[in-house]
């Protein structure tokens, strides 16, 4: 019997008819079949191709999108900061005149034409000091500094960096060098280049460096460092307020810092108490440190703090904090305290403050 012809480009056949039409068209119909997929796949993976390849053309726009507003961010910031300096430096020559004119009247001097002259000096610098400040308002950026990070976690971190009087208390004991005992003491026996460069350190440092880069132009600020004893990190600033805007001390202070080498214990009530040093009291406190104190204003009797002893010591050490002053911690990790993080944190809670143990990778 003669075998009817049948049409295999379609797919519309049964099982029965594929069958009755021998083995040759069975592989006929499948050859067909696998190639229609092919061709499907090939077409749907070269519209993915191009969906992919629109994808990365818009991360491309928004990558360099991102930088020209950080770079127009930046050089907004630091007009602010040129004005901010210039308008310091124009308050020092005015002073200066005042000065001269009151040397003049209590040497006698008679001639009113030279003081008239100072006094319209000074009227002068205090109108472009008044013009600088109304321009550094309207242009506001908040940053004096630069710091971009170099971890992949550049979150928001709830921390309140404002005020007008800022303290930052920075713990440069030789726990900051670690996380652990056995690391502390190997380090210890090495030399001051490799304790300056441990990597707890070092992230400590950064971390102070991202702080003073976000503080408000316009406010001041201060580092205090603590062990065993407590100073200002800037030679020469002790008891003073130091001015945000003035970039190139905060460079000078970030170098200073840099040559520190964490050493000795802890003394929390040192540290408290040299806040007293300042005036006005700080309005906002940053406390950099990895655990609670291991004495107070005096060495301990023995050899060993128990942990019992060392909240003792850390409760007597809070009693010298000013009241009503927001205290935000930013907790290093260091093993063998746990009750650091739960005082801590409930020091930040009830001042109103802000707790935050920060990864490896931040800032």
């Known amino acids: 019997m003669a075998r009817k012809k049948r049409d295999f480009t379609t797919f519309n056949l049964s099982f029965l008819d594929i069958m009755s039409c021998g083995f040759g068209a069975v592989i006929l119909v499948f050859l067909i079949m696998n190639h229609s997929i092919e061709r499907q796949s090939q077409d749907l993976n070269q519209n993915l191709l191009s969906e992919v390849n629109l994808l990365e053309e818009d991360i491309t726009d928004g990558e360099e999108g991102r930088v020209r507003l950080r770079n127009t961010l930046s050089e907004v910031d630091m007009q602010m900061v040129e004005a901010q300096g210039l308008a310091t430096r124009i308050t020092q020559e005015m002073d200066n005149y005042e000065a001269m004119i009151e040397d003049l009247k209590r040497d006698g001097y008679t001639d009113t034409s030279d003081i008239d002259a100072l006094k319209a000096q000074i009227q002068s610098l205090e109108a472009q000091v008044k013009k600088l400040r109304e321009n550094s308002q309207q242009d506001s950026g908040s940053s004096a500094r630069t710091f971009i990070g170099e971890g992949n976690r550049q979150y928001l971190t709830g921390l309140n960096l404002g005020g007008s009087n800022i303290a930052i208390m920075l713990d440069v004991s ?190």
């Open 174 to 363: 030789a726990s900051m060098l670690a996380e652990k005992l056995v690391q502390i003491i190997r380090l210890r026996n090495m030399g001051e280049d490799v304790q300056r460069r441990a990597d707890k350190w070092q992230r400590t440092l950064n971390t102070v460096d991202w702080l003073t880069a976000q503080l408000p132009v316009g406010s001041k600020y201060q580092v205090i460092t603590f062990n065993t004893q407590a100073k200002v990190a800037l030679p020469g600033t002790d008891g003073k307020w130091l001015e945000v805007a003035n970039q190139a001390q905060l460079e000078k202070l970030s170098t200073e810092l840099r040559k520190i080498v964490p050493s000795g214990g802890t003394s929390l009530e040192a540290a408290f108490i040299a806040l007293q040093r300042l005036s006005p009291t700080p309005d906002n406190i940053f406390l950099l440190t990895d655990g609670l104190p291991t004495q107070g204003v005096s060495p301990p009797r023995g050899s060993k703090v128990s942990g019992q002893q060392r909240q003792k010591l850390y409760r007597q050490a809070i009693r010298q904090l000013p009241g009503n002053v927001p205290v935000n911690i930013i907790l290093a990790p260091m093993e063998g305290d746990p009750m650091a993080a739960s005082e801590l944190w409930q020091l930040a809670q009830v001042s109103k403050g802000s707790f935050l143990s920060p990864s490896r990778d931040w800032p």
